[in-house]
């Protein structure tokens, strides 16, 4: 079953968001299945956005994802990867639609409140990176034949 990696960064839990935005994804019929709120060190944050480590921006954003507790999510469900996105929205939350969670919270890209993986691969990486087997509920919900035929 597909799953992705979900972070409220600690702009989003400072700003008192973070049951709005589990909502959502909750509402939507995905499931979730790890969940933790941490203080990334740097170490982490620096694996986690490694992608990122030659660009401008690199040191502020490892900083500020560092600066205080996140939630770190793992969800489930068909199509969740890109469909998270969608529900994210776009990266600079001043150009991302309304109806998502940066379009309707958001104004800046340094403090767009949330992280989604943007592949399958890079989901399983960060998966791996943030969380253990061991922290991750194999379950399955009784609302499924009520979302899935
Ligand atoms: P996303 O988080 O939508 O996957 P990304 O992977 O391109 O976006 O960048 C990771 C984060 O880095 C992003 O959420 C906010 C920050 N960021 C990206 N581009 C930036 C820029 N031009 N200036 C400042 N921060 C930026
Ligand atoms: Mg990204």
Redo the contacts with the bound molecule.
């Keep these: 079953m597909e799953r992705t990696f979900i972070a409220i960064k600690p702009d989003g839990v400072q700003r008192g968001l973070v049951g709005e935005i589990i909502g959502r994804f909750e509402a939507k019929g995905f499931t979730l299945v790890g969940l933790k709120l941490i203080i990334a060190s740097q170490e982490l944050a620096e694996r986690h ?1 490694d ?2 480590k030659e ?3 690199f040191k ?2 490892v900083s500020f994802i560092t600066s205080g507790p996140l939630v770190a999510m793992v969800w489930e469900g068909d199509g969740v990867v890109a469909s998270a ?1 969608r529900i ?1 929205g ?2 600079n939350p001043l150009t991302a639609e309304p109806g998502t969670i940066r379009g309707d919270f958001a104004v800046s ?2 403090r ?1 409140i949330i ?2 993986s ?1 592949a399958i691969e890079t989901a399983q990486r960060e998966i791996s990176l943030w969380f253990t087997d061991a922290e991750l509920a194999n379950w399955e919900s009784t609302m499924k034949p009520w979302l899935v035929e």
Excluded: E, K
Aim: glycine share 12%.
């Design positions: 956005y992608i990122h660009r401008p921006f502020d954003l996105r994210i776009a990266t890209i340094g767009n992280h989604g943007d």
